[in-house]
């Protein structure tokens, strides 16, 4: 059943494909056969010299792009990654085969207060006057739960911001795209929300409206935070594939 998966990993606002860290690795000692494939939005990473789309609609079209799409792909996505993910599943059902959706909300079904908390509205204001690497340190501490002081880490995240800057304008897009996403149809294909319950920047009820509204299958971290592939990548990439499964009996989520 596993041999020949395709999977594409999608990060999110301001982030690139070397945030995946360790767990694109851990994702492929579950899948060894599987082909595994880490974009970037254009803005981000090695397409920081683009300017990002202004529409989420416009950041999954030219992801499409990268990929030699020969088969039904498997998206995991984060944030505002698992908003591309959704557009890619309704606006291209048959170049997807199944969705892992990873601390992503989305307009109507939950409040902005949830999509992102109102708590830390001062701590994003103040992110926008800091210099970069004082932004990567914010961004670092709010995002996880684990790792919130790993001085070591955060010293590459500012390495990456230095090689690979994010422009002002591709920043506003991005933020602008997530702020105007809708979810306007449910897909049809396999989805597995995943949450994490402490996440400080997205409100976990995010996720399980989204299960709940959908019938989809639904899984909860208790204690990662927002980047939960960063906090407990070997819980998460073990869930994803015990949920390709078929005679998992891990999920009693929100069926």
Not at 130 to 140: K, M, V
Not at 145 to 173: F, I, K, Y
Not at 182 to 209: F, H, M
């Amino acid at each position: 059943m596993m041999e020949g998966a395709h999977f594409v990993l999608i990060r999110g606002l301001l982030r690139e494909a070397r945030h995946w860290g360790c767990f694109a690795g851990k994702l492929q000692q579950q899948f060894p056969s599987a082909t595994i494939m880490t974009l970037d939005i254009p803005g981000n990473g090695r397409m920081h010299h683009m300017t990002s789309p202004s529409t989420i609609a416009g950041m999954t079209d030219a992801l499409r792009k990268q990929v030699p799409i020969n088969r039904p792909l498997r998206l995991i996505a984060l944030s505002m990654g698992g908003m591309i993910a959704i557009d890619w599943m309704v606006r291209y059902p048959d170049e997807v085969e199944a969705a892992v959706l990873i601390n992503t909300s989305a307009r109507p079904l939950s409040p902005f207060c949830q999509r992102l908390r109102w708590t830390i509205y001062p701590c994003l204001i103040r992110m926008l006057f800091r210099p970069a690497p004082s932004r990567e340190a914010d961004i670092l501490a709010l995002t996880s739960n684990c790792h919130g002081h790993d001085s070591e880490l955060l010293e590459r995240w500012q390495q990456w911001q230095r090689q690979n800057p994010v422009s002002m304008t591709s920043a506003r897009n991005q933020f602008l795209a997530a702020s105007k996403f809708s979810v306007t149809a449910k897909p049809w294909q396999p989805v597995l929300i995943v949450a994490s319950r402490a996440d400080r920047l997205v409100d976990y009820r995010c996720g399980l409206a989204l299960a709940q509204a959908w019938q989809a299958d639904y899984m909860e971290h208790a204690t990662a935070g927002h980047d939960l592939p960063l906090d407990e990548p070997e819980w998460l990439a073990y869930t994803i594939r015990q949920w390709f499964e078929p005679d998992s009996t891990l999920f009693t989520g929100a069926r």
